[in-house]
């Protein structure tokens, strides 16, 4: 993969959910946001084109019937578990410790609306909002709870992985003081299982291609749930083939997919529709649309104002927008390509596989000025 030069993070998956806007400063270290409500949003890619105001049809959320537990990680290094209901959530930061609970509804856009009614965090007190996007079985992509707002991500847990082996493409949950030339962005890991042992290797390589080298993994799994054997790190993992782990505080995460055993048709990418969150420094982390434009490149967009994810308002200004171009799939699943925003083009990586019937993209791109982050999914 050739040097790619701005650090945003593309996450593309499906299912529903979104996250508020707000503000951000510093590198991805940071990845620092305030504001609990949705302004705007950018999400992976798809057919259609990139701009309109209505989002046309109204996506559900996949239905929201009865508890589902998630596990997940969030930049720089805290670990969540989320129970989402038909109409009431759980969450809890097991880093910090902060507890939260309320309500849900599914928004026109098919975003998932949290309504905290109970919090011990005093950055977020009752009467917040946050929203997330769901794929039932798979992933839960939120804009985040607490002062920062910052992603999480999510899988699916509550069923024991079968088989006797397992093998991931990943990209980096930034840890604290993440640097893009530095600091490992992206790999594989190979797991051979027995039973509830998970034992293999994690490779890991710098945003440019550069190996920096591999360590041995040892992980139990109980119905979904991963420890480390030895260590800090605990994460998620279910069958349709979503890992997520988090390191320990300050130390990031990793974000998988199942590896694909042929390599993703670009084309067939090219017409899917996403949805998700995004996250850029100075922009802070928001729910977002994503979807084939007029040059062949897809664009992720936002949300108009506070309520534009209720209303599914979209935000047709070319200029908040980022387009997304693959140029070649170097390692079967994981993509490189370029990420512009309003004149600044970077490289991106991007690791690829199709879930359950549908497409998640999970995508890096190094720019240290302004760190972006985004989680999409196939609508």
Known sequence: MSAVAGLAALILLSGCGGGGGGSSTGGLTGLTTTGSTGSTSTSGSSGGNSTGTSGGTTSTSGGSTGGRTYLGTQSPGDAWSFS????????????????????????????IKFTVNSSTDNSVPVGSTAYAWETPGSLLLVRGLGSTGRPIVAAAAGVQVPGTDAAYNWISMPKANWQPLADEAYGTAFYDIAGTDWAGTVDSQLIDGTSIGSMQSSLADSLGQLTENGGPGIGGVNPNGVFIFDKGPSSGGLLGLAAPTDPVDLAVVLTKEFRGIAFTNGRGSFPAWARRNSLGSISVGSYVGANGVDSNSEDPNPTTQFDLTFTGQPNIGQLVGTIAN??????????????????????????????????????
Request: glycine share 14%; aromatic share 10%.
């Open 342 to 379: 309003n004149g600044t083009t970077s490289g991106m990586i991007v690791v690829a596989s199709v879930l359950g019937g549908k497409y998640f993209l999970f995508g890096l791109s190094d720019d240290p000025v302004r760190p972006s982050l985004f989680l999409l999914a196939e609508r």
């Open 84 to 111: 989402v209901g038909s109409s009431t959530f759980s969450s809890l930061n097991t880093t910090t410790g902060k507890a939260y609970s309320g309500t849900l509804s599914i928004v026109a856009s098919g975003f």
